[in-house]
C-alpha cells in the first residue's frame, strides 16, 4: 500500500532556549528532523510532508537540501497536533493510501518499528511504549485488548495516570479517514489545544478499529533540552560505534570516534582514534583512516589511506590506493589513482591525474578574492615542494615543478617549469659576516 509520511515539526522547543527551531538542532552532524525521516523513507514513502511553524522559512531550507523530495506545508500557530496534521491534508489532496504521522523531534524510530505499524490491519494505530516513569505523556487506555482511547496527562483521572502504557505520538491511519478525523477534533480540554489523539475515540465511536503496536521506550525519546539532546548525541554515537564493529570496520578506539547519521563505511575499513565524520561520507573497503582526521562530503575508495590529521572537505574524492598524508586539506578536488600527497598541502578545485606526486607544503591558490579557479595537474607529473599553483592553471602529463616555483602560466607534458629567483653563491661572505657581527658584541660588552 501507498504510505504518506507527515512529519510534525512546527513547536518552537522553548526548552532548548534557543533562536534556532528545534528540529534544526544538529544530531549526528544532521538536522534532527532529519532521523525521524531517514527511518520514514526506509518505508519508500509516495508522499513525505513536513509540517513546519517556528522558524519555518529555516526549517524549509533545511528539508530542502535534506529530502528534496519532501514538501513543507505551514501551520501559522500552533494550535496542537491534530491541527498539525489538519495543515497537511490539503498538500496530499485525494493520497490514497497510509498517512504515517511522525515528530520531528524523536530521532530514534526505528524503521522496523514504522514497517509493523503500516502494516497493522486496524482502521487507526498507535505506537505506544511500557513507560518507566510516565510522566506527563498520553496515556493508551486499552479495554477488551482494543484500544478506546488515549487520555492527554491533563486530562486523566487519577486511575488513567496510572496506566503505564503510553503513547508515542506516532500514528497509522488511512490518508482519507485521517483527514475526516483532524477535520472533526475540537478543542474543549484541558490545553485548548486541537489533540491529534482524540482521533482514537473519535473513530471507535465511529465503529471502526484502534490498535496499538509498541516497541521500546528507548525509540520514542523526544528532544525537549539541549541536556537531552547532549545525551541523545552519546546515545546515537554509541550505536553509530557498534552497527560500525559489527558491520566489519575496526575502531581502534571507538569513543573517539564520532559518526553522522549518513556516513557509510565498508567492509574492512580501518578508522584510528579521534577521527570526525561530518555529513556525507562514503569509505569504501578496506581503505586506512589514521588518527586526528576531519571528513565530510567526500568519497575515499579503496586501497586509500588518509591522515593522521587530514582534512577532507565537501567534494573531495579520492581514487583507489590514494595517500593523503598529514596536515593536508582537501576541498572539491579528484584525486586519481596512486596520487600522493604526503604532508601539509592545500588542494582546492583541482583535478590531479593518476600517480601524481604532490610534493610537502604545495599549494593550489584558487581563490582570486572574488572567483574560485581550477588546477588541472596530468599523470604521473611531479610537484616539486612548496609549489604554489596559481589557478586557472594546467600541469601536463609527466611534468614536473621545481621545489619553490609560483606556476602561473600552463605547463606542458613532460616540461620541467621554475618559477622562482635564481640562486645566487657568494664564496666566504658568512665567515666574514660572522666575524664582523662578533666584533660589534664584543665591543658593545666592553661599552657597558
Ligand atoms: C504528545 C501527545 C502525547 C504523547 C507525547 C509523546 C498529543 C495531544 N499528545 O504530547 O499523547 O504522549 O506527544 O511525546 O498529541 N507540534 C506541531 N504543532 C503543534 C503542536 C505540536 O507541529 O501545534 C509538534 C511538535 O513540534 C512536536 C510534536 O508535534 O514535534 C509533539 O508536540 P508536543 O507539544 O511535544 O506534544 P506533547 O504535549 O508532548
Ligand atoms: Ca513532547
Not at 180 to 196: C, F, R
Amino acid at each position: 500500500m501507498a504510505t504518506a509520511l507527515i512529519v510534525l515539526a512546527a513547536g518552537q522547543g522553548t526548552r532548548m532556549n534557543s533562536d534556532l527551531p528545534k528540529v534544526l538542532h544538529r544530531l549526528g552532524a544532521a538536522p534532527l528532523f532529519a532521523h525521524a525521516l531517514a527511518a520514514g523513507r526506509a518505508l519508500e514513502p509516495a508522499r513525505v510532508i513536513v509540517v513546519a511553524g517556528h522558524g519555518a522559512d529555516q526549517v524549509t531550507k533545511a528539508v530542502a537540501h535534506v529530502d528534496p523530495e519532501a514538501e513543507v506545508v505551514l501551520q501559522e500557530e500552533q494550535l496542537g497536533t491534530g491541527h498539525a496534521v489538519a495543515q497537511a491534508m490539503p498538500a496530499l489532496g485525494g493520497f490514497e493510501g497510509r498517512a504515517l504521522v511522525l515528530y520531528g523531534d524523536t530521532p530514534f524510530i526505528r524503521a522496523e518499528t514504522l514497517e509493523a505499524l503500516a502494516e497493522s490491519p486496524a482502521d487507526v494505530t498507535v505506537l505506544g511504549f511500557e513507560a518507566a516513569d510516565p510522566g506527563r505523556y498520553g496515556r493508551l487506555i486499552v479495554t477488551g485488548g482494543a484500544l478506546e482511547k488515549i487520555v492527554e496527562y491533563k486530562d486523566a483521572t487519577d486511575e488513567e495516570r496510572a496506566v503505564t502504557l503510553c503513547n508515542s505520538g506516532v500514528v497509522a491511519c488511512d490518508a482519507g479517514l485521517l483527514a475526516e478525523l483532524v477535520a472533526g477534533l475540537k478543542n474543549d480540554n484541558a490545553a485548548g489545544e486541537y489533540y491529534l489523539t482524540d482521533i482514537v475515540a473519535a473513530a471507535r465511536a465511529r465503529g471502526l478499529s484502534a490498535a496499538v503496536v509498541t516497541c521500546p521506550e528507548e525509540e520514542t525519546l523526544g528532544i525537549n533540552t539541549r541536556a537531552e539532546l547532549a545525551r541523545a548525541e552519546a546515545l546515537f554515537q554509541a550505536r553509530a560505534r557498534a552497527e560500525a564493529l559489527d558491520n566489519g570496520v575496526s575502531l581502534q578506539d571507538p569513543a573517539s570516534v564520532w559518526f553522522a547519521l549518513d556516513t557509510y563505511l565498508g567492509r574492512d575499513v580501518v578508522i584510528g582514534p579521534h577521527v570526525v565524520f561530518g555529513p556525507g561520507v562514503t569509505i569504501e573497503s578496506g581503505a586506512v583512516i589514521e588518527a586526528f582526521c576531519h571528513l565530510e562530503g567526500c568519497h575515499i575508495s579503496r586501497g586509500a589511506t588518509v591522515g593522521p590529521f587530514a582534512r577532507l572537505r565537501p567534494g573531495a574524492e579520492l581514487a583507489e590506493d590514494v595517500h593523503v598524508g598529514n596536515f593536508v586539506e582537501i576541498k572539491n578536488s579528484l584525486l586519481g589513482e596512486g596520487v600522493k600527497v604526503g604532508h601539509l598541502s592545500y588542494l582546492g578545485d583541482a583535478e590531479i591525474g593518476e600517480a601524481t606526486n604532490i610534493g610537502a607544503g604545495t599549494i593550489t591558490c584558487n581563490y582570486d578574492g572574488v572567483f574560485k579557479h581550477r588546477t588541472v595537474v596530468g599523470a604521473n607529473a611531479f610537484i616539486g615542494s612548496d609549489t604554489m599553483l596559481v589557478a586557472p592553471v594546467r600541469v601536463g602529463d609527466g611534468a614536473l615543478t621545481g621545489s619553490g616555483s609560483v606556476i602561473t602560466e600552463d605547463v606542458p607534458a613532460g616540461a620541467v617549469a621554475l618559477g622562482r629567483a635564481k640562486q645566487v653563491v657568494k664564496p666566504g661572505l658568512a665567515t666574514k659576516l660572522f666575524e664582523m657581527l662578533r666584533a660589534r658584541k664584543a665591543q658593545m660588552k666592553k661599552g657597558s
